[in-house]
Each structure stands twice: as C-alpha cells, then as structure tokens.
C-alpha cells in the first residue's frame, strides 16, 4: 500500500518555543491530507484538512493561529505548534488520500509524540 | 450526521480465544467502512475494510462484515494471538474525504 512518512516520531521542546511536523506522501500524490491529534487512551481528534494550495481547513475549537498548516505540494504538508505549552503534548498523527484511485482508504503516518517541558 | 459507536474496552482475552469487538454507525448516504489497528507508540494501520454493504472485509484472520440493515461493522478473530495485542479503531469514510473514527477498543491478549 502507499506509504506516509511523518517526522519527526518524537520530539522534546521547551515551553514557548515552536515546532515543526513534517508528513510525506512518499508515493502517491495527495491533495488532501489531514492533522489529527490523539489524547491518552482516546480516540483521534481531526485537528484541520490541508488542500495543497490553499488554506486549511480547521475543526471547530482548534486555534489556526496555534497550529499552523502548509500544504505547499502534492506530497507535503507541515503542522507547526506554535509557542508550545505543556498543554500541547500529545501524540499527533497525519492521513492522505491518493487522489489517482479515488480509493476512499487513508494512509496513516507513524505519528508525533509532542512533550513540552 | 456521522458517527461511529464502538465498543469500550479494555478487552483482555487469552490467547487462542474467540475476538468480537462491536462497531455501529450512523451516516448520511453510503459511507465505506474500516477497522484500523495501532500498536503501542506507533499510527494507525489499515486492518480491513468495507466498502458496499454485505461485503466481508477480511485480513490476518480478521473479518468484518458491512451489515446494513443492522448499521453494524463488527470485528471477529476466531482465535487472538498475544501479537494481536493492540487499540482497534472502527472508522468511516464519506463524501468529503473526512474519516470518522470510534473511540478505539484497547485489546490485550494473555498468554
């Protein structure tokens, strides 16, 4: 099956500072991809779609300011976490739908393990 | 709207032992269905899937039949291994592209 590739799969930051999570599409094109996020023993929370070219779109709740989406081509999309806080650690996990099938199956990324200290 | 129901775990079973893990839904139109897997620290990994109803989605000894008339996508395993030890999502996918995913069901299997 297509493959996505996040990174990175762990990342330790200081309060205040930024980061930056990268999801590949490595050999599929993507016009669509998706954040989720995904709280200790719990489901996945959709966070935003990413349109390659264009704004993402983001689930009620979510702060677009906080978590900045680019979508910059067909086989990249960035989430950044912008001024982090302890309250951000979480285990975040990017999807991407081939656009060529139409298949409606998405392919998961191996996720990001956020800890802000 | 969409959702999806799904059983609550933990679920532990010992190994050899007969798997179900309950799944529902309720969606505009006609959604296909999946059950995705995560292993300890990692994403989620396609296990099966449904796309019409009536079609049995099977893999590794999984399967999962797409019951319409019940809403229902149940998952069965005749008999779990301790390598299937893992949280199982039900999820469906509608018009729109967006995925819809049940709470997950944390399964572990006992020697």
């Known amino acids: 099956g297509a493959v996505v590739s996040q990174h990175p799969s762990r990342v330790i930051c200081k309060s205040g500072t930024s980061v930056k999570i990268e999801c590949r599409s490595l050999?599929?094109?993507?016009?669509?991809m998706f954040w989720y996020r995904q709280f200790p023993k719990q489901s996945l929370m959709l966070m935003a779609t990413s349109n390659e070219g264009s704004k993402a779109t983001y689930e009620q709740g979510v702060e677009k300011d906080k978590f900045l989406i680019n979508h910059a081509s067909l086989t990249l999309s960035t989430l950044t976490v912008t001024s982090a806080h302890p309250e951000d650690s979480s285990f975040y996990i990017c999807?991407?739908?081939?656009?060529?099938?139409?298949?409606?199956?998405?392919?998961f990324g191996q996720g990001t393990r956020l800890t802000v200290v | 709207g969409n959702s999806v129901t799904q059983m609550e775990g933990p679920v532990t079973l010992s190994e050899e032992a007969f798997l179900t893990i309950n799944c529902t839904y309720t969606a505009t139109g006609y959604p296909s269905l999946f059950w995705y897997v995560q292993y300890p620290g990692e994403g989620l990994q396609l296990l099966l899937k449904a796309t019409k109803a009536d079609d049995k989605g099977s893999n590794k000894g999984f399967e999962a039949t797409y019951r319409k008339e019940t809403t229902s996508f149940h998952l069965e395993k005749g008999s779990v291994q301790v390598s299937d030890s893992a949280v199982y999502f039900c999820?469906?996918?509608?018009?729109?592209?967006?995925?819809?995913f049940g709470t997950g069901t944390s399964l572990t299997v006992i020697p």
């Open positions: 999820a469906l996918a509608n018009t729109g592209n967006q995925f819809y």
């Open positions: 050999d599929f094109q993507a016009t669509t």
């Open positions: 999807s991407a739908r081939d656009r060529r099938t139409m298949n409606t199956e998405a392919f």
